[in-house]
């Protein structure tokens, strides 16, 4: 879902039971404080014994009837690939006319929320570009799963240095949606179908969360010969990599303008280093979030004493041990990651608002950051990522020591 | 006008039957409690959230542990969107127990992970007085054995292990999780202790979840009329005053989807008597304490409580009806609280224009066709589209709904509240309806509505 919401004019259809799309809608609805369009097939008792093959059918005809999407993806449940429905099958016998319908594989059962934003991604790209000529000198940039604030710095990154490129996919404005009368049939923005055909001809993609989005990068670079990296650019180093890294896929120079950024993001760690110095810092996120940030505060002169992530990954054990010599949590969950808390004498904790009775019970101070937070507003806005970003993120960092500083 | 096509179904005809303009010397209700038009952008639930998440979900003492793939569980973790307040925080709602099904657990069944998940949780919370176990699809279709681990589990671990078969395919709705959860409750905990010392004034409060504390509104109403609440069904509720509830002398039924089936259970098999109230507003709340007097006889008591009760509130409340009359409202609740609102909102002067359930059955419309306008529209599991329809063509000048519509009406620049999580609550009783009164105000002259730009239509 989180994939498709970046997708103009797309609707996400749930093959499975009424829970599997209420329960996440509602997810969206307190994270971005904004409306979202599910649908979903209802498979009943009937469906599960026969086969959910008549609901699919009968579900992508009523959207296309009503809707007239561009694209609907067709998110699989427990429910449908545990009866073992071919939506793959079912969906190529159909004729949608201007519709594009494509299968996403994503059982719970199988790794996490993460796989499903990789997996939708892989499915996006993989049904829907095609090569042809000519090729053009744009860049792919697959952001995973992040808040439409990240999305905008690194837009705003790439068009001070002219770059042209396709976002895969571009949530900064489907979830940060302005209210204006009459409200659009489907929400401005949003990467489009004909972008998602086209992607084929880039001549590089980058991937900034490897998990959340490497295997379309993946498959770009195989199948279509691209240039591709993957780099999470939260903090200097990181940012620095990436900017590089855009440059040589482009031929671009960093314009004076995202040299002042780099400028004052250093001011604003420089400002606040007597209070970032020494602080012992628990990070809890998705894996290359979490990575990003354990490099992130370490440039800040803090100590990552927890590394912490609830999607299992070899990669991610591996690259932790790199950035921190402390405790890493590989696929555990915020149980454990309590444990570990009061174990090793934790300042401060970053994680989403699951977290916040953690850094209660604890008595640390607390950033939030990821999905969901919805225990105080406006997250969605702003981002973590690029230079500029990287100032909000030592403000905030800064401010929670200072109120925690302030509690005692 | 009989039944009605609105302009976004035209695809799918069949929801026709489901949506009825209110005419007069008419005998005509929407059809209701039907599977759901696939693909046609509902805002319904599953079985799995009727059970887990509405009706055991706010019982406070017990580990709800989640059998199935992590989603059911995360997503319900804490109940959700929905705040059943309890006087237990440090556990109840904190943790989130799952046994976190994988796939090969899928292929080679689920039951040893069961087990052992049941006893790893009761080790970590030894305080806590049971653990239920909740099916999900996956499980119902692999075929678990989920009576015998539990019953394994129980005789090792000395405390209830109770499953629940709640898989969410069953069923059209979160209704039959309703019933599923009255069903086994009834079967495995009600009439398992003994209360220590039993009153001829004792009560059930049955059907209120403790929404924001409703139940702290509610209770002492009935307590300073002398009545001891023997057991609040389910709302902060430990699962022994649920297991002692057999010996009251009368069940009060509130939310009247979700709990007739245990009333009907617990007068078929103990002989209590059901009196059924709305305690939203000053009027139905002071028939509730009326009716639930006349019972026990302490009429002149319950009138006293009624007096003194509405003199606090009542300048407050003309106060509001000043402001608020002539104002229209489209209500869409789960279920009841659409008829309980419609007269609670006709205290104020303000008209019922449109109402709809997500999971109403007939007697609810019934209700709902029984107390709007002529000219109303009532709608039956409203999907997204019908609902931007309404708002847009009906101009409601109030909507009052749950999260998933939240942002909706906000986009089409329609005041809302919050009908299922509150805004600020709690909501019942006399002191709640002030509460609400305030809510309702604020959404509907907050200044921002005046500052939307209308451009011209498309």
């Not at chain 1, 591709?228 to 900017?243: E, K, Q, V």
């Not at chain 2, 992590?70 to 904190?94: E, M």
């Not at chain 2, 409202?329 to 909102?345: C, E």
């Amino acid at each position: 879902m989180y994939a498709l919401f970046g997708v103009h004019a797309a609707v996400p259809l749930v093959h499975g039971s009424q829970g599997c799309s209420a329960y996440p809608m509602r997810m969206f609805n307190r994270h971005f404080g904004e409306p979202v369009q599910v649908a979903v097939s209802s498979l009943g008792e009937d469906a599960s014994v026969f086969g959910g093959k008549k609901n699919l059918v009968e579900s992508i005809k009523n959207v296309i009837a009503r809707r007239h999407p561009a694209l609907i993806g067709v998110i699989t449940t427990c429910l449908s690939e545990t009866i073992g429905d071919d939506i793959d099958g079912i969906i190529s016998e159909g004729n949608y006319e201007d519709s594009k319908v494509v299968p996403i594989h994503t059982p719970s059962y199988v790794g996490s929320h993460v796989t499903g934003y990789d997996n939708a991604l892989k499915a996006l790209v993989t049904n829907l570009s095609e090569e042809s000529e000519p090729a053009n000198a744009k860049l792919n940039i697959l952001p995973g799963m992040v808040n439409p604030g990240d999305v905008l710095e690194i837009k705003q990154m790439l068009d001070s240095m002219n770059i042209s490129y396709t976002i895969l996919s571009d949530i900064s404005e489907t979830l940060n949606a302005p209210l204006m009368l009459p409200k659009p049939p489907f929400t401005v923005g949003g990467t489009s179908v004909a972008e998602l055909e086209d992607c084929a001809k880039a001549r590089g993609v980058i991937a900034l969360c490897e998990h959340a989005g490497g295997s379309a990068a993946v498959y770009l670079k195989g199948k279509y010969g691209m240039a591709a990296d993957t780099i999470c650019p939260i903090g200097i180093a990181n940012t620095d990599r990436f900017l590089d890294a855009v440059c040589d896929m482009t031929c671009a120079e960093i314009p004076y303008s995202l040299e002042q950024g780099r400028g004052r993001l250093i001011d604003a760690m420089v400002d606040v280093h007597m209070k970032t110095c020494g602080k012992r810092a628990a990070i809890f996120a998705d894996p290359d979030i979490a990575l990003a940030l354990a490099e992130f505060v370490t440039e800040l002169g803090m100590e990552p004493v927890i590394v912490s992530s609830s999607t299992a990954s070899r990669k991610f054990l591996q690259k932790a041990k790199s950035v921190t010599d402390g405790e890493i949590l590989n696929g555990r969950d915020l149980y454990e990651l309590q444990r570990a808390v009061k174990d090793k004498e934790v300042d401060i904790l970053f994680g989403n608002t699951k977290c916040t009775p953690i850094a209660k019970d604890e008595n640390v101070a607390f950033v939030r950051c990821g999905f969901p937070v919805y225990d105080r507003v406006g997250y969605h806005r702003y981002g973590f990522m690029g230079y500029h970003g990287g100032v909000y993120l030592t403000d905030l960092i800064t401010n929670a020591i200072l109120e925690w500083g302030e509690r005692g | 006008m009989p039944l009605t096509l609105l302009n976004s179904d035209k695809a799918i005809p069949e929801r026709e039957k489901h949506t009825y303009i209110k005419a007069p010397s008419e005998n005509i209700l929407p059809l209701s409690n039907v599977q759901t038009t696939p693909g046609d952008f509902t805002e319904r639930g599953c079985t799995y959230a009727g059970c887990m998440g509405v009706v055991c979900g706010p019982i406070k003492d017990v580990i709800h542990l989640v059998h199935g793939p992590i989603g059911c569980a995360y997503w319900t973790w804490g109940g959700g969107t929905r705040q059943n307040l309890s006087d237990n925080p440090g556990f109840h709602g904190k943790y989130c127990f799952s046994t976190d099904m994988q796939e090969d657990n899928i292929i080679f069944g689920g039951e040893d992970k069961l087990y052992k998940s049941i006893l790893e949780a009761h080790e970590e919370f030894p305080e806590a007085s049971g653990v239920f176990v909740h099916s999900t699809c996956a499980i119902g279709l692999i075929g678990d054995d989920l009576s015998g681990v539990c019953k394994r589990a129980e005789e090792e671990t000395g405390i209830r292990v109770i499953p629940f078969n709640c898989e969410g395919f069953r069923g059209c709705s979160q209704s039959l999780g309703h019933h599923i959860a009255n069903d086994t409750l009834f079967e495995r905990v009600v009439g398992t202790k003994e209360p220590e010392e039993l009153t001829d004034y004792d009560m059930n409060i049955i059907g209120d979840y403790n929404i924001q504390g409703d139940l702290w509104a509610i209770m002492p109403l009935f307590e300073h009329m002398g009545i001891r609440i023997l057991c609040t069904f389910t709302g902060n509720a430990s699962v022994d005053e649920i297991a002692q509830a057999h010996r009251a002398k009368l069940n009060l039924m509130h939310c009247q989807r979700s709990t007739p089936y245990i009333c009907k259970l617990m007068e078929e098999k103990y002989g209590i008597p059901v009196v059924k109230a709305t305690l939203f507003g000053v009027e139905q709340t002071s028939k509730a304490l009326r009716d639930v007097a006349a019972f026990f006889g302490l009429e002149d008591k319950a009138e006293e409580i009624i007096k003194e009760e509405v003199a606090q509130i009542a300048p407050k409340i003309e106060a509001y009806r000043s402001k608020f009359e002539g104002k229209r409202v489209f209500i869409y609740q789960g279920a009841p609280r659409a008829w309980h609102w419609i007269n609670m909102f006709r205290e104020f002067g303000v008209e019922t224009i449109a109402a709809a359930t997500t999971f109403g059955h007939e007697d609810d419309y019934a209700k709902i066709c029984e107390r709007v306008n002529d000219g109303a529209l009532v709608i039956d599991n409203p999907n997204s589209l019908e609902l931007e329809e309404i708002l847009t063509d009906l101009k409601p000048d109030l909507f009052i709904s749950g999260l998933k519509e939240k942002y909706l009406a906000y986009k089409l620049g329609v005041p809302f509240i919050n009908g299922h999580a509150y805004e600020k609550g709690p909501y019942a009783a006399y002191s709640g309806f002030v509460n609400f009164a305030r809510d309702v105000e604020k959404t509907l002259f907050a200044p921002v509505w005046g500052l939307i730009r209308r451009g011209n239509d498309a």
